[in-house]
C-alpha cells in the first residue's frame, strides 16, 4: 500500500471525485479526514469506511476559520498530517456576459479561497512531514470552455498559486501539484446532460474515447502524487483527462 499510515485531508471528500479519493486514499493504507458540507452523503461514507480510519467533518468551506478547524480535526482524529487535498468546488455555468458579482463568489468562495486558507492553515504540520498538496483544477480554464467563465478564472487562481507554493515551500520539503481530471462525476454527468452538444464536442477530444472513471482512473493519479513515488515532482499540472488536453 503506497499511503500507509499516511494522514490527509480531502476537502469535498462526501461526494464525487472526492468520495472516490477518499475510498482509495483508505485502501492505500490512510487515514482520512473528509470534508464536505452534505451530511448525509458524508455519515454514509464514514459507516462503509469505518471510523478508525475514516472521519467525516461537516462543514461550509466558506464560514470564518473553516482552515483552522479542519486542521485541527485531522490533528484531533489521527494525531499530524502528511497530504492535504483541495477538491472542493461548486459554481454555475453561464455566459461571460452574466458572470456577475455572485457567480464569481461562488466559484472563488467554493474553490480558490478554500484552497489558499487551508495551505496557509496546514503549511507547519506539512513542512514538518514533508507533506504534499494536490490541488485540483480543470481543463476548463486551460481551454477557455464556454459557459465557465467564473469557473476557470477560479480554477487557474488555484494553478497560479499552486506554483507559487511549490517555489516557496520547496525549502521546507512540501510539494505541491495541481490535477485536472476529466470524470464521470456527479456534476459531469449534470452537465453532460444539461449541455449535451457541448459534452459531445469535449469527449471528441479524448484520444482514449471516454470519460474517466473516479476511483480506477482519477484517484490512482492523486494516489501518486501523494506518495513517495512522486518525491521529485513539484510545481506541476497532471493532466488526467484521457489525453484530451495535451500540455506542453
Same mark, same amino acid.
Given at each position: 500500500?503506497?499511503? %500507509?499510515?499516511?494522514?490527509? /485531508?480531502? %476537502? ?8 472516490? =479519493?477518499? !475510498? ?27 471510523? #478508525? !480510519? ?15 478547524? /479542519? ?28 458572470? #456577475? ?17 487551508? &495551505?496557509?492553515? @496546514? ?39 499552486? !506554483? ?10 512540501? !510539494? ?17 446532460? %444539461? ?17 474517466? #472513471? =473516479? ?15 512522486? @518525491?521529485?515532482?513539484?510545481?506541476? %499540472?497532471? &493532466? ?6 495535451? &500540455?506542453?
Amino acid at each position: 500500500m503506497q499511503l %500507509t499510515n499516511k494522514v490527509a /485531508i480531502v %476537502t469535498g471528500g462526501a461526494g464525487g471525485i472526492g468520495r472516490g =479519493i477518499t !475510498r482509495v486514499f483508505i485502501r492505500e493504507g490512510a487515514r482520512v479526514l473528509f470534508v464536505d458540507s452534505n451530511a448525509e452523503n458524508g455519515a454514509a461514507l464514514e459507516a462503509e469506511l469505518g471510523r #478508525d !480510519r475514516a472521519r467525516f467533518l461537516r462543514l461550509d468551506l466558506s464560514v470564518p476559520g473553516a482552515a483552522e478547524t /479542519i486542521r485541527d480535526a485531522a490533528v484531533a482524529a489521527f494525531g499530524g498530517l502528511d497530504i492535504l487535498v483541495n477538491n472542493a468546488n461548486r459554481s454555475t455555468p453561464a455566459p461571460l456576459l452574466l458572470a #456577475d458579482e455572485d457567480n464569481l463568489a461562488q466559484a472563488f468562495g467554493s474553490s480558490f479561497t478554500p484552497t489558499l486558507t487551508l &495551505m496557509q492553515a @496546514c503549511h507547519e504540520l506539512l513542512a514538518q512531514s514533508s507533506g504534499s498538496i494536490i490541488n485540483f483544477a480543470s481543463g476548463a480554464g486551460l481551454s477557455g470552455d464556454p459557459l465557465q467563465g467564473s469557473y476557470a478564472a477560479a480554477k487557474e487562481a488555484v494553478r497560479g498559486v499552486s !506554483r507559487v507554493a511549490a517555489n516557496e515551500w520547496g525549502v521546507d520539503g512540501i !510539494r505541491v501539484n495541481v490535477v485536472c481530471p476529466f470524470a464521470l462525476s456527479e456534476g459531469v454527468q449534470w452537465w453532460s446532460e %444539461t449541455y449535451p452538444e457541448l459534452a459531445a464536442a469535449a469527449l471528441a477530444k479524448v484520444p482514449l474515447g471516454r470519460i474517466g #472513471d =473516479i476511483e480506477s482512473d482519477i484517484a490512482p493519479a492523486v494516489v501518486f502524487l501523494a506518495s513517495e513515488a512522486s @518525491c521529485y515532482i513539484t510545481g506541476q %499540472t497532471l &493532466m488526467v483527462d484521457g489525453g484530451g488536453l495535451m &500540455m506542453r
